[in-house]
């Protein structure tokens, strides 16, 4: 593993050199980290190419802790620490992948410095306007409260976030002990601000990457709506409905994924 420095704060990223042909950016999605997207990396190394691959966590997760405070979680400043990961690489035409909380900050990187970046996809992706919560928000904070306080709460909703997991695999519970000791201030905080912090909709159309968007038709985190409404936002951007899937295909079915990013990017 590496880290990066982004004005002051570090970032820990995986990065992989001759994995298939393309360059890619993976952001993974809110209580998960970089090792979301190890599967399908896997998959990419054993394609032949001369392509680097770049999986980090954002500030919060994984090996970049060290938030204390709501204040602190800023999805443009998780963004630009992105960014400049890639230009400390000197890495141009990536493709950016984002998950969930992490197709926002994939498209605030891409509004950030467009320059750098060849396509985007947004894997069951939260929205433009962050999230619309279905219950009273004191009440979806309450829920994610019992999560950084109960371990055996939390490690029941994470795995329900994974259509079909084995929650008994040595690898979902790889998973859950990174997320399990992610900054506390997480578990409230990006619900926090993306419930009634977030509006990039009129920027939406700055946005004139080819893109790519995925969303399970089993996913029962986010509601396909939301991919929906990204879709009519974007100019460039196409929409599929995955069969079967839920909202995290990354672990779920990585094969399968893998065979949607390639063919997108082979593509352009």
Known sequence: MATFNSDGFNIGYQKID????????????????????????????????????????????????????????????FAQDFVRLLESHSLKDVNVVGHSTGGLIAMLAVLEKP???????????????????????????????????????????????IHNCDPQSQAFNHLF?????????????????????????????????????????????LPASLSEQTHKLLPNSQLKVMDGQGHSMNMENPKRMVDELTTFWNSL
């Not at 970046?117 to 069951?124: C, G, N, P, V």
């Not at 219950?135 to 994470?158: C, I, W």
């Open 18 to 77: 001759n994995g298939g042909q393309h360059n890619v950016l993976f952001i993974h999605g809110n209580l998960a980290s970089k090792e979301w997207w190890y599967p399908g990396i896997e998959i990419l190394q054993a394609q032949p190419g001369e392509g680097t691959l770049i999986a980090a966590d954002w500030r919060g997760y994984g090996e970049s802790t060290g938030l204390k405070d709501v204040s602190e979680i800023n999805f443009t400043t």
């Open 115 to 161: 320059e750098l970046f060849k396509s985007l996809t947004l894997l069951d992706s939260v929205g433009a306007t962050g999230l619309e919560l279905e219950l009273p928000k004191e009440q979806v904070l309450a829920h994610f409260q019992t999560m950084s306080e109960n371990r055996d709460y939390a490690f029941a909703t994470l795995a329900a976030t």
């Open 177 to 221: 002990d990174i997320t399990w000791n992610c900054d506390k201030v997480m578990f409230q905080g990006v619900i926090d601000v993306l419930s009634d912090q977030i509006d990039i909709k009129e920027r939406m159309r700055e946005i004139q990457l080819p893109t790519l968007i995925l969303h399970g038709d089993k996913d029962a985190v």
